[in-house]
């Protein structure tokens, strides 16, 4: 088990998620951290290239990899993005497709998931169709109701950003 999992966004769902933050991040503490994250990858954005970013497979987790390599971002990051986009209208349809991605973490089959895939695959009309099937999988696999907003849920539950 790899304990982090990788999501590839496309350079227009980054700037969503900058915008959205931009918008509705009152502290502007996630802001800041998740533009210290883009100018790691300001070479492929600048590019219009897609970028890979890594989470932790499991919430409340920041474990390497079997090279010692730590994730990109927190799990607890993708609540506080998901509701940004929600709030702002930026983009519901990346929301959704976020909110399958944390629910992979919260719910702890992110790694068994990424084992199925590889990649989360948000970038792609193709992968997000793939991501959302194999979320309703999960949750039957693993009786999770599937009405459950697992972002409410795990925000009540104290994980939240």
């Known amino acids: 088990m790899r304990g982090i999992i990788e999501v590839r966004f496309n350079n227009l769902q980054l700037l969503y998620i900058d915008e959205a933050l931009g918008r509705v991040d009152g502290s502007g503490l996630m802001r800041e951290s998740w533009y210290r994250l883009g100018m790691e990858h300001a070479r492929e954005r600048a590019a219009g290239k897609s970028v890979i ?3 932790p497979a499991r919430l409340g987790a920041l ?3 079997f090279r010692g390599t730590k994730p990109d971002a927190r799990g607890e990051w993708l609540p506080v993005i998901i509701r940004a986009l929600q709030k702002s209208g930026v983009s519901y349809s990346l929301a959704e497709v976020l909110t399958a991605v ?6 702890g089959y992110g790694e ?4 199925f895939d590889g990649l989360f695959d948000a970038a792609t009309i193709g992968g997000r169709q793939r991501l959302l099937a194999r979320k309703s999988a999960m949750e039957h696999m693993h ?3 599937p009405m459950v907003d697992a972002v409410t849920a ?8």
């Open 63 to 65: 474990s390497a990899d």
């Open 112 to 115: 068994e998931l990424a084992e």
């Open 143 to 145: 009786n999770i109701p």
């Open 154 to 161: 795990m925000e009540g539950a104290g994980h939240g950003y």
């Open 53 to 55: 970013l890594t989470f």
């Open 102 to 107: 944390y629910e992979a973490i919260a719910w």
